[in-house]
Each structure stands twice: as structure tokens, then as C-alpha cells.
């Protein structure tokens, strides 16, 4: 899952807002950003860092409050810094030194995706009211507005649809809309902006449309925009989907980044995490 979605979020970085580059999209290398030069190709965004801190909170078993999760993204942050984040929210982010300031200051009424790119690992639980309710929980310290939620309990259902195996995978919008409020099961067309639904209805839009990882990834860059998060949330579902192939480039995988927190970091983190089932 992790691995996937690292890729999938590194991969969309190159062609977010930046359709100048969809001439690319045919998954041989990363491609640089024609603007955002500060993100070297293969390297992940904050979509990414992100869901490993809610990933790793999951894996360590600690009590899952605000104050928890606000002190995970502080540590998680602080360890790597990097850029990718909202200019608002990276300066937010430099500038608090633990949890308890995150809590304090933060002005959490965003309906943007932030919180939707980050909830996938929440789907491992087995009890879907504990999704929602740990998914909902982790939201509010950022996005505590109804689209701002209902877009990441619908991500974390995503992905928790296929790692319990379910049902077929055309049918999983119709399974989230019979939990969280949306249309979720109608198709999303035209360019990602930054709503949270729409990075979400994009993702599992593709999800639906698609069986192999590699068509899957390519279709989520084809619609422009924000596409790097609904690759994120895409590929953390499918890659846990027994009727997707698991076809990603080996090329992809082996030129993602490899530091403290790059690729073989994930891989560990994605077994101890999958572990859990």
C-alpha cells in the first residue's frame, strides 16, 4: 500500500497543475516539475509524508487522540523537511515545536484534500465505524469542515473496501456512498482542482475505470490538475485490490528516493503496518 502510494504521489508530482507535461505521462522516468524545481524527480511530496505519520501511528498502537497525531506530524515533518506542503502550512509547520502548539494554533477549517491524501492506512482496520471515526478525528486537526471529512472517511473506506476484500471493485462507490455523504459513485470528468471530493471522486473514478496499476496511474494524471493526490489515494486503494495486476514500472520503484525515509523505510513501514490484518 505505502510503497504504491509513494510512487503514485512522486510519479503526479512532475504533472500537477502542469499539463504542459502530459506528454510524458507514459510511465518510462519521473518527470521534473516545469515550475516546482525544488522537488527533485522521484522524490515525494507531503501527501506522502503525511500518511506515513498516520501509518505510523497506526503501526505503533498508541492512543489515537489529537494531541497524538498532532505531535506525529510535527516529528514527521521536523525529521525530513520538505518541501510540497501549502506554502501556508509549511511555514506553520516550521514554526511549531510539538503537538500541543500544532493544536493551539491551527486554524483548521479547510475543505481542501489534506486530509482525504493521508487517510488510506485508516482503511486496514477491520470496523468500519472505527474508520470513520479515527479517519474523522485526524481531519479535524486540519480540516474540520463536513467536505473536509467526508472526503477522507471516503478515501480511508477506499482502500479499507479492497484490503478486506469486500466486493468487486466496480461497486466500491456505491459501498462508500452507503456510508459517507456524496456521489461518490458518480464519475468524476474534467480537471482536479483543490476540493477535497473532487481529488477523492477522481480517485476512485479511475479505480473503477481501470484493473492494472499502470493504466491506473497514467489515468490519474490524465486529468490535470491535482493529480498527484488522487494517484495517492488511487493507488493506496488498488494496490491492495486482488483484481487490479501489479504491474508498476520496476524503473519507478527503484528511482524513488532511497533516504532515511525513502523507499526501503516505506517497503518495512508497509509490512509492519499489512502485519496488523
Given at each position: 500500500m505505502l510503497l504504491e502510494l509513494a510512487v503514485g504521489d512522486a510519479y503526479g508530482a512532475g504533472f500537477e497543475y502542469a499539463s504542459e507535461n502530459l506528454h510524458h505521462n507514459d510511465l518510462s522516468r519521473y518527470v521534473a516539475h516545469p515550475r516546482h524545481h525544488e522537488i527533485c524527480p522521484?522524490?515525494?511530496?507531503?501527501?506522502?509524508?503525511?500518511?506515513?505519520?498516520?501509518?505510523?501511528?497506526?503501526?505503533?498502537?498508541?492512543?489515537?487522540?489529537?494531541?497524538?497525531?498532532?505531535?506525529?506530524?510535527?516529528?514527521?515533518?521536523?525529521?525530513?523537511?520538505?518541501?510540497?506542503?501549502?506554502?501556508?502550512?509549511?511555514?506553520?509547520?516550521?514554526?511549531?515545536?510539538?503537538?500541543?502548539?500544532?493544536?493551539?494554533?491551527?486554524?483548521?477549517?479547510?475543505?481542501?484534500?489534506?486530509?482525504?491524501?493521508?487517510?488510506?492506512?485508516?482503511?486496514?482496520?477491520?470496523?468500519?465505524?472505527?474508520?470513520?471515526?479515527?479517519?474523522?478525528?485526524?481531519?479535524?486537526?486540519?480540516?474540520?469542515?463536513?467536505?473536509?471529512?467526508?472526503?477522507?472517511?471516503?478515501?480511508?473506506?477506499?482502500?479499507?473496501?479492497?484490503?478486506?476484500?469486500?466486493?468487486?471493485?466496480?461497486?466500491?462507490?456505491?459501498?462508500?456512498?452507503?456510508?459517507?455523504?456524496g456521489e461518490w459513485d458518480t464519475p468524476y470528468q474534467g480537471k482536479v482542482k483543490s476540493k477535497g471530493w473532487m481529488s477523492v471522486r477522481a480517485a476512485i473514478?479511475?479505480?473503477?475505470?481501470?484493473?492494472?496499476?499502470?493504466?491506473?496511474?497514467?489515468d490519474c494524471v490524465n486529468f490535470t490538475g491535482d493529480v498527484d493526490t488522487v494517484a495517492t489515494i488511487a493507488l493506496a486503494a488498488a494496490s491492495v485490490s486482488r483484481e487490479y495486476t501489479q504491474d508498476l514500472p520496476e524503473q519507478l520503484i527503484m528511482s524513488l528516493e532511497n533516504g532515511s525515509y525513502g523507499r526501503d523505510y516505506i517497503i518495512q513501514l508497509d509490512e509492519r503496518l499489512l502485519a496488523l490484518l
Open positions: 522521484g522524490c515525494y511530496t507531503d501527501d506522502t509524508q503525511m500518511t506515513l505519520a498516520v501509518a505510523e501511528l497506526i503501526e505503533e498502537g498508541v492512543e489515537w487522540t489529537s494531541l497524538n497525531i498532532a505531535d506525529k506530524f510535527v516529528t514527521v515533518f521536523k525529521r525530513d523537511e520538505r518541501t510540497g506542503y501549502a506554502g501556508h502550512f509549511y511555514d506553520f509547520l516550521k514554526s511549531v515545536k510539538d503537538g500541543q502548539e500544532f493544536l493551539k494554533l491551527i486554524k483548521p477549517a479547510s475543505d481542501k484534500s489534506g486530509a482525504a491524501m493521508r487517510a488510506a492506512p485508516i482503511g486496514i482496520l477491520s470496523d468500519i465505524d472505527v474508520v470513520l471515526e479515527r479517519t474523522k478525528i485526524q481531519a479535524r486537526l486540519t480540516h474540520d469542515t463536513p467536505d473536509g471529512i467526508h472526503a477522507a472517511q471516503a478515501a480511508a473506506l477506499l482502500s479499507h473496501y479492497f484490503v478486506h476484500d469486500i466486493g468487486p471493485f466496480v461497486d466500491v462507490g456505491a459501498f462508500i456512498e452507503s456510508h459517507v455523504p473514478t479511475a479505480v473503477k475505470r481501470n484493473q492494472s496499476l499502470s493504466t491506473l496511474l497514467i
